[in-house]
């Protein structure tokens, strides 16, 4: 019953009717939404599918014996599945859902960090981190006495490669990078990093916040352990996420949360855990959300990965060129590589400013550190203004953004010259 065509280039306008939140006004203005990094917007199949379960077939799952349990739990299951082979994970043990990327990079800080780092060890992350793949390493050094070490990067907002490995050392124990940046965009070459981080018998955490709706996704071919996203920033809905795990090593670690499902047995003298990937889902999950967060990854995989790719390479281009040749703005970050995110600084205009002033005419855009308050120094600027874009985001959208723009710098220049 969808009509979304798989051919490149993708029909934006057959796309834009699958979500409903598009089409609205908002301060007068159509509305422009380019704050897809914080989260996107979901189509009709997801928000279908969350509102079948809850009329349908709502049961809790895995124990119940009744026909409702058993068709959850294999929605549920299905999801799993569906997320192996979307990542092409070699085990659906190895999928583990969690409520998004914080609580997985929290799963493996707690779970892996606090049993296998040592006083004395390493654990490696970028300048380009998320607050989110930075402070629960603090933590394990904290607890460890470990040394948290930060890979610097070069003028154009990418990993710096040589000093990369000059930093890793038979101290380090976990590396720890997105695979792209929701800051800057930037991709990262995670696969070179893993194989770096591996011959100094490193584990390595990808986190894919910012990759999962934009780039391909092959954890066995990037080598990584761990693997994190987010399906709200999927077409998804909140409060779901997934923790891939290489199952060896997923053996090996501890359960991060006691509780109903992650166990075996329980007496009051000891306990027993559950296999994989259940030892790690303690309690009820989130299941009408993960049932519905299948249908996101087929809107992405019925368009295709290249494709959508393609779409956002050319849109940040076209938007790239319009924004660099405004005057008095500055794009920060033009790594070779990246996704469609475009971050700008305007001279003497605060970057909330420039936010209220878009949403006065319906943009959406998101303005601030977006919670990466250590590169955001090492820039020295306060904060950006971020465009962050997706499938549904067209060319003409991005021309009411630049003509906002113009507005704006030349309204507050005469302002500023008065
Ligand atoms: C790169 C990156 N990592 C981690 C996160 C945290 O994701 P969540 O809030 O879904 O847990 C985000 C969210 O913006 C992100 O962009």
Avoid at 302 to 307: I, P, V
Avoid at 314 to 322: P, Q
Avoid at 347 to 361: K, T, V, Y
């Amino acid at each position: 019953m969808h009509h979304l065509t798989t051919i490149s280039p993708l029909d934006t306008a057959l796309i834009r009717k699958e979500f409903p939140v598009l089409h609205q006004e908002v301060n007068g203005h159509k509305l422009v939404y380019f704050d897809n990094a914080a989260t996107t917007q979901k189509p009709k199949r997801v928000i279908q599918a969350l509102t079948d379960y809850y009329n349908d077939y709502n049961a809790n799952i895995h124990r119940g014996i009744h026909s409702l349990a058993e068709k959850a739990t294999h929605a549920f299951e299905q999801t799993r599945d569906t997320v192996r082979s979307f990542i092409n994970a070699q085990h659906v043990e190895e999928i583990v859902f969690v409520k998004g990327v914080t609580e997985a990079i929290n799963l493996v800080a707690t779970s892996y960090g606090l049993a296998f780092v040592e006083k004395g060890d390493e654990i490696i992350i970028s300048q380009l981190e998320h607050h989110s793949n930075i402070v629960p390493w603090q933590w394990v050094c904290d607890k460890k006495k470990a040394k948290l070490v930060v890979i610097p990067l070069n003028d154009v907002g990418e990993i710096d490669m040589n000093k990369f490995k000059k930093l890793l050392s038979d101290r380090t124990k976990i590396v720890a990078v997105n695979h792209a940046s929701n800051s800057l965009g930037t991709v990262n070459p995670v696969k070179e990093i893993t194989q770096m981080a591996h011959s100094k018998g490193a584990v390595v955490l990808i986190d894919g916040a910012q990759a999962g709706a934009h780039l391909t996704i092959d954890v066995q071919d990037i080598g990584c352990d761990f693997y994190c996203l987010s399906a709200h920033k999927m077409y998804g809905p909140t409060g779901v996420g997934i923790l891939y795990g290489r199952k060896s090593i997923m053996k090996k670690m501890p359960p991060y949360q006691g509780g109903g499902e992650m166990i075996r047995e329980v007496t009051f003298k000891e306990t027993t855990y559950n296999d994989l990937p259940y030892k790690f889902e303690a309690g009820t999950p989130n299941i009408a959300d993960v049932i519905a967060f299948r249908q996101a990854m087929e809107f992405i995989s019925e368009l295709g990965r290249e494709n959508i790719a393609a779409h956002e390479r050319k849109l940040l281009l076209y938007a790239s060129r319009k924004i660099g040749v405004l005057p008095l703005v500055t794009l920060i970050g033009r790594a070779s590589e990246k996704v469609g995110v475009l971050s700008f600084v305007i001279e003497n205009i605060h970057p909330f400013d420039i936010g209220q002033m878009l949403d006065a005419r319906g943009i959406a855009v998101r303005t601030g550190h977006h919670c990466t308050q250590p590169l955001m120094a090492w820039l020295g600027i306060n904060g950006t203004v971020r465009v962050s874009l997706a499938v549904y985001n067209t060319e003409a959208e991005v021309d009411a953004l630049v003509e906002s723009l113009k507005r704006i710098i030349k309204f507050l220049n005469s302002n500023h010259v008065n």
